[in-house]
């Protein structure tokens, strides 16, 4: 890309440079304008572009007033033709080149700045670099990566031998296609993906399949509301939950259907459980379905469960449902017998592993949701071999069963039965705790029914459940997240979202 915004496009390296280094600078700036106190800037420089743009930086937030220290990982004289421009352009008081120990100025409180090794890094990393990535990594500073962390092959997303572990990665034009695996999570820290002037006609030239929503796009998918209108215009889910052991699931993914914007949420579960649900709920509707045996449901609830997907805007099944032989076969003929919409989660997608085959049977729109483990029992393999190829297994199922897959993790990833795939990079740590899959069912089964097609529903439902988790974290930290707490931030997340 750089190449041909040069030789096709005129625009000149050193002004993406330029970009580049003012876009890192600001990310630093926001990091500073958030601590009470300022810190010291240490801005680590190799002798390659990835060098020049972490001058950039260094130059701006010197302009900024700021406290900054440049070390370079190599002599001057070894330094590449547009580093070494830039090292003209900054005050030589403040840089050090290859400098005995690097310690020694991370013994105060600092930011880095890794502009140590870019894009181009191949094979092991090698001394001095790998010793300051170690030093790096051992500082405990906030850590601020340019383009991609030191180290990370910027392909497979594996470290070259060591990488640098970033808090934020600034990424210029586009993400890098290694950084989106879900292992390469712990390097990068958070994406931020700069845009640094290149012409719309390069973003048009790419042949990926591998797509990633941005803030700015995200929010053309947020349902409108109109006058007029009444609660009916904006969708009715049915969910279908309920097991003795597991009632909050269902509750959950009621609430989060319902914060996400549907107009009416309604909760089929066995009727022997109908009231502990009607104590619990609010603006959700339970509904008594037929059991088998007390909090199991079985075939007698079929014809129900098949006349709500029919009536209802989309259907949620799984939550909290019990992997009973005969439930699991009553989700199965559900499937097979219905001609709606149908997000499959949780114990649900256990019944559809047992026989996968009944997804090509099926008049419905389905959407699959699972993590890694269910995703092994729909593809017949390990937990181990759907890491080492989620991309792969989740197009894989989608396009053979011509169904939507959602495969959850810290990248989680959304498969279209088309060939498309889009990764997430939003959300935390934090959300990996119980129920937190069932409000992302919740979420997408709602903008489903408020209109969204059942891949777009998933795409965005996903973006949204990971930016109120973000801002549930910011108010309780990731330790003490809750599900809960994601749920009650979706309106935040909404109205954030909207603002952009």
């Not at 383009?147 to 470290?159: H, K, N, T």
């Not at 879900?182 to 002037?197: H, R």
Request: a neutral charge; aromatic letters at 6%.
């Amino acid at each position: 890309m750089d190449a041909k915004a040069s030789s096709e496009f005129g625009v000149a390296e050193a002004v993406l440079m330029e970009n580049a280094g003012k876009a890192v600078a600001e990310t630093v700036k926001k990091e500073v304008s958030s601590l009470s106190e300022a810190p010291q800037v240490v801005v680590l420089c190799g002798k390659g572009n990835n060098g020049g743009d972490g001058l950039v930086a260094a130059r701006h937030l010197c302009d900024a007033s700021l406290d900054v220290k440049v070390l370079c990982c190599f002599k001057e004289e070894d330094a590449g033709k547009n580093t070494a421009e830039q090292l003209k352009k900054i005050k030589k008081s403040s840089v050090d080149f290859l400098p005995s120990s690097i310690e020694k100025y991370l013994e105060k409180k600092s930011i880095v700045v890794d502009a140590l090794l870019g894009i181009g890094v191949r094979g092991k990393v090698e001394n001095p670099y790998s010793g300051w990535i170690n030093v790096v990594n051992r500082c405990g500073h906030a850590v601020v990566s340019v383009d991609v962390p030191s180290g990370l092959d910027a392909l497979s997303g594996l470290p070259c031998g060591i990488s640098v572990k970033a808090n934020k990665t600034v990424t210029m034009g586009l993400p890098k296609i290694g950084m989106l695996y879900e292992k390469a999570s712990a390097y990068t820290g958070k994406i931020i993906v700069a845009d640094i002037g290149y012409p719309d006609e390069i973003y048009d030239m790419s042949q990926s399949r591998i797509e990633v929503m941005t803030p700015a796009e995200s929010k053309t998918f947020i349902p409108k509301r109109f006058n007029p209108s009444d609660k009916r215009s904006y969708g009715h889910v049915f969910i279908v939950s309920g097991s003795s052991l597991y009632t909050g699931a269902g509750i959950m993914c009621a609430r989060s259907s319902m914060r996400a914007g549907a107009g009416l949420v309604t909760l089929g579960v066995p009727e022997s459980l109908l009231a502990v649900y009607q104590s619990r709920l609010i603006e959700e509707m339970p509904f008594p379905l037929k059991e088998k045996s007390h909090g199991i449901l079985g075939f007698k609830a079929l014809p129900q469960i098949l006349n709500w997907t029919q009536k209802a805007d989309a259907a949620v099944i799984g939550p909290g449902l019990s992997v009973d032989s005969e439930t699991m076969a009553l989700v199965r003929d559900v499937i097979k017998y219905s001609t709606g919409k149908i997000v499959l989660d949780a114990d649900a997608i256990t019944a559809v592993s047992e026989n996968i085959d009944v997804l090509n049977f099926s008049g419905a729109e389905t959407v699959l949701t699972p993590h890694a483990g269910e995703m092994a029992r729909l593809c017949g393999c390990t937990k181990e071999e759907v890491e080492a190829d989620r991309w792969g297994l989740a197009l894989e199922i989608a396009e053979k069963r011509n169904t939507t897959v959602v495969l959850k993790g810290a990248r989680t990833v959304i498969a279209g039965k088309n060939g498309t795939l889009f990764v997430n990079i939003t959300g935390n740590p934090g959300m990996a705790t119980g129920g937190s899959g069932d409000a992302l069912a919740g979420i997408i089964g709602a903008l489903i029914a408020q209109g969204l097609g059942s891949f777009n529903a998933s795409v965005f439902g996903v973006f949204l459940h990971g930016v109120a988790g973000n801002i549930a974290a910011s108010r309780t930290g990731e330790i003490s997240l809750i599900a809960s707490d994601i749920i009650a931030s979706i309106p935040d997340a909404y109205r954030m979202l909207s603002s952009l």
